[in-house]
């Protein structure tokens, strides 16, 4: 095992360097950044990172740092598997595993963040600034964190100061279109008392990539973020944590509809509060006791400027409150027994629900953490949810690490995932004023629809309302993945199957015909789809002060039904050119939508210690994705017209470090300027240049 | 409306014609195939705008002629509607009134592989809903919705009819946009059929080929 610290060391070594020597510290303390690589994401204790049986991404502050990145979709859409889409909503959110936002859990230390637009997560509502490191575990991890956590789980871990005097740092960003990014941040561990407060205000003027239509793509925005924590050792027993994170955003809003231009503001508005009281009964035994509430608003107001004529007033108000206790218990031999029991409330109040809507929910999970032999790790874990508006879950998880050699090391793990109906799914009542339209949620549609039938506006029912009576399901996955990791001098390979099964998906269906037309949808349990594929990581150090990564993940992803279909020969399409109709063979079908085939990254991290300087190259590459059917078959095939070419991105960053205490940062992120009209939340070309004050 | 006709002959109409000759019976007529482009099926509301109405396009697939009668029509339009001379009015306002013995069903296959009527069953329009459902996936077309709100007609899906007085025909419908755009858009001009149609012009006839 030793053999293994030191080649990790070596490894680990790439990206914790650069930073370490510009700072001009002692070269020995690298090693110890090496062992402080642990994460907590995995198994709710700390684990190191190459010891466990699970596909984990870790990003260090060092990685984020260099790269001169600001908002968390940034950096981890540089990351091999993880992309960010915008899907059919227009909303963007990100992609791991081919599985979509909606079906990703995002975890600041530990606990979850609310507020999801048609179920996408807008992760540039995250900065950066003041993070320790970003922890991604790949595949289910419902056995230890519950609903949503089918395609991984996204922990954002913030640092517990460590320095005797107030330390910190202050810094100024400004780069294309006016983006500003400013921070403060600032430490100290003061006796039994350590505190953290960190301010951030981000700002741009936006951007447009399409100069023919009115409105921007971006319109500009400027939001803050504050964080103070706080850390109080209260006896050698006790510790008490605490943390409070407030986010407000403003950004402007227009439309124009019949020639009439509609302006307003778009606000978000959020609030964190985190307790933890740590309590070390004995070497053996810890206990935490955690409390959590968060809020998340978002309002839209949409006004004629002159008349005051409203267009639209949308709210949306979601509240979480959870309190939660867990243990572990280390055994003589090292392993770990960890229980949690907590108690969830959830509670959304929003524009098109049929007033405030609220889930309860209490859950219990176990995991077992052991080596039965010296080179083989077991972990077992399950979680039981009992849940107030639709069936009880059980999600178990296994997951086998075996150390063949020093070299060379397998992974196997299988678990569950689900999640939970959503309040839209349920509650949701809209009717289109435009088109006319209606979607109810499922809770709410039998009323609804016989409110509607009540007032002559429905023509016939297509679905019995005995049909709609069954309770929605939750949506259920199952996912395998087996790795392998080689490890050699300077260079590391990690290789990494997966296939994740997915059942009782929902989504829309027309349940009613109305008078005008239009069609009553509510939602329904029944896709169900696949997504598998590989993922190969390597990273090589050429020398100690040049090292080279690469990835790259191949995905297929897939509705099972719609497979069928298209292999029993009953789904067609019709040649563009002739107009003939043919059935579309296997080849022809794509797969899913806003999922590409290929996704790849090289990245180059070369470090100049006489200078104190470092720089970086990171080149991303997706294949092509289409965002939508064209030609009516229901399906992605090769005649579809909705596709989005591959596209490359290149990112470059330079720091310099002068008189010791100042960064000075220059950078460009897409440097070939590469834009599409279909990616909204990919601008130009952006330079930005950084200055950077440390204390 | 323009309409561009050319005379199919078919192995199935060879043998067909053959053993009619043997037979000694009446000649057998030959088999059409049309089509038919930017037929408009105009509606008033809908959309939001209260209740569907205005007259059905209505067309006679024996003479292959847009018709105002009100007996000699088989199929008839509406915006995405589609009625048939056969069974009763649905309910909705402004609908034709049925007199003939029309039926419809929907087959899944390329046009060309559609090449008979045995062994189908034909539904006819009722009370509370069209023998051809007027929904997304369900009937004929494929809605997009917001934002584009496209409605394109599903590849594969054959509308065999059996006409109001007992003949046969199928239809592949192929844009309801003007001028069948490739990709239509929000902005493109809709309730523009275009399609194609198989008659056969004998009697009871099950070949569609």
């Known amino acids: ?695 | 409306m323009k309409k561009t006709a050319f005379l199919l002959t078919t192995l199935g109409l060879f043998i067909a014609s053959c053993s009619s000759d043997d037979d000694n019976g009446p000649e057998t007529l030959p088999i059409t195939s049309e089509q038919v482009i930017n037929l408009y099926a105009p509606q008033t509301g809908g959309q939001g705008q209260g209740e569907i109405s205005g007259e059905f396009t209505k067309f006679d697939l024996a003479t292959g002629e847009i018709t105002t009668s009100t007996t000699e029509w088989d199929v008839a339009f509406r915006g995405t509607s589609i009625a048939i001379n056969g069974g009763t009015e649905t309910g909705m306002a402004d609908e034709p009134e049925r007199n003939g013995n029309a039926g419809l069903t929907v087959v899944t296959g390329t046009f060309n592989s559609v090449t008979t009527v045995q062994g189908l069953s034909f539904a006819q329009d009722s009370e509370g809903s069209f023998a051809i459902q007027t929904a997304s996936e369900e009937g004929w077309y494929t809605y997009s919705g917001p934002p584009n709100h496209v409605i394109s007609p599903i590849p594969g899906r054959v509308l065999v009819v059996r006409t109001r007085d007992g003949h046969y025909a199928k239809i592949e419908i192929l844009s309801y946009y003007k001028d069948s755009p490739a990709e239509p858009e929000l902005t493109s001009e809709s309730r523009y059929y275009t399609f194609n149609y198989v008659y056969n012009p004998n009697e009871g006839e099950n070949s569609l080929e």
């Open chain 1, 1 to 695: 095992m030793r053999r293994l610290f030191s080649l990790l060391s070596t490894v680990g070594l790439f990206l914790a360097s650069p930073i370490v020597h510009s700072q001009g510290k002692d070269p020995d303390s690298t090693l110890t950044t090496q062992l402080k690589e642990v994460v907590l994401t995995a198994t709710r204790t700390e684990r190191q990172l190459s010891s466990l049986p699970l596909p984990v991404t870790l990003i260090t502050k060092q990685t984020i740092n260099q790269s001169g990145t600001v908002r968390l979709n940034e950096i981890l859409q540089e990351q091999t598997g993880i992309v960010t889409v915008a899907d059919e909503s227009g909303f963007e959110g990100v992609q791991i595993q081919g599985i979509s936002s909606e079906y990703i859990l995002i975890l600041i230390d530990g606990v979850p963040l609310v507020g999801r637009s048609a179920g996408n997560f807008d992760l540039s509502r995250l900065t950066v600034g003041n993070i320790k490191q970003i922890e991604v575990v790949k595949g289910p991890s419902s056995s230890l964190y519950g609903s949503e956590a089918l395609g991984g789980v996204i922990n954002i871990i913030t640092e517990k100061p460590d320095t005797e005097s107030l330390s910190g740092n202050a810094s100024y960003r400004i780069g294309s279109n006016t983006t500003q990014d400013i921070n403060l941040d600032f430490q100290q561990h003061y006796g039994p008392l350590r505190y953290g407060f960190f301010v951030n205000r981000f700002s741009s003027e936006g951007y447009d990539l399409r100069p023919d239509t009115e409105g921007q793509t971006v319109p500009p925005f400027h939001n803050y973020t504050f964080n103070g924590r706080t850390y109080l050792d209260l006896n050698d027993k006790l510790a008490l944590f605490s943390s409070g994170r407030f986010f407000d955003q403003k950004q402007d809003a227009g439309i124009t509809v019949d020639n009439i231009s509609y302006e307003g503001d778009s606000k978000e508005r959020e609030w964190n509060a985190h307790l933890r009281l740590d309590h070390k009964w004995n070497p053996k035994l810890e206990t935490q006791y955690e409390l959590y509430f968060t809020n998340y608003t978002a309002t839209e107001l949409l006004a004629e400027p002159l008349n005051g004529e409203v267009l639209s007033d949308s709210d949306f108000d979601q509240t979480l409150l959870r309190p939660e206790i867990r243990s572990t218990y280390t055994f003589t031999d090292n392993s770990k027994l960890t229980g949690g029991a907590g108690y969830q409330f959830d509670r959304l109040d929003r524009t098109y629900f049929d007033g405030k809507a609220a889930f309860e929910s209490q859950y219990l999970y176990l995991q077992y953490d052991v080596n039965p032999l010296a080179p083989l790790n077991v972990i077992l874990g399950g979680r039981f949810d009992n849940h107030s508006e639709y069936n009880d879950q059980f999600s178990p998880k296994l997951a086998i690490r075996y150390q063949l050699n020093e070299q060379l090391s397998l992974r196997s793990s299988v678990g569950y995932g689900f999640k939970a109906p959503d309040f839209r799914q349920l509650y949701f009542d809209f009717s289109n004023s435009a088109v006319g339209y209606t979607v109810l949620g499922y809770n709410v549609a039998v009323a609804k629809l016989m409110e509607l039938e009540a007032l002559g506006q429905i023509s016939n029912i297509l679905v019995p309302y005995s049909e709609l009576g069954d309770p929605l399901k939750a949506e259920r996955s199952i996912g395998y993945n087996l790795g392998v990791v080689y490890k050699l001098d300077k260079l590391s390979v990690d290789i990494n199957l997966f296939r994740n099964d997915f059942e009782n998906m929902i989504d829309t269906r027309a349940i009613a015909r109305k008078t005008n037309g239009q069609n009553v949808f509510s939602y329904s349990n029944f896709h169900e789809i696949f997504t598998t594929g590989g993922e190969v990581n390597a990273t090589y150090s050429l020398t100690d002060d040049l090292n080279l990564s690469a990835g790259y993940q191949l995905l297929y992803a897939y509705d099972k039904e719609k497979k069928e279909s298209v292999k029993n020969g009953e789904v067609f399409a019709r040649d563009p050119l002739t107009n003939q109709t043919l059935a579309i063979k296997g080849s022809d079908h794509f797969g899913l939508i806003n999922r590409s085939r290929h996704n790849a990254n090289l990245k180059l991290f070369y470090n100049l210690p006489k200078a104190a300087a470092n720089m970086n190259v990171r080149v991303l590459y997706r294949s092509k994705y289409a965002q939508y059917d064209t030609n009516g078959n229901g399906l992605i095939d090769s005649y579809d017209s909705s596709f989005i070419k591959g596209n490359l991105l290149v990112n470059v960053a330079a720091t310099k470090n002068i008189y010791k205490k100042f960064d000075i940062q220059l950078g460009a992120n897409n440097l070939f300027d590469s834009t599409d009209e279909n990616i909204p939340g990919q601008p130009g070309m952006q330079l930005f240049a950084k200055l950077n004050y440390q204390f």
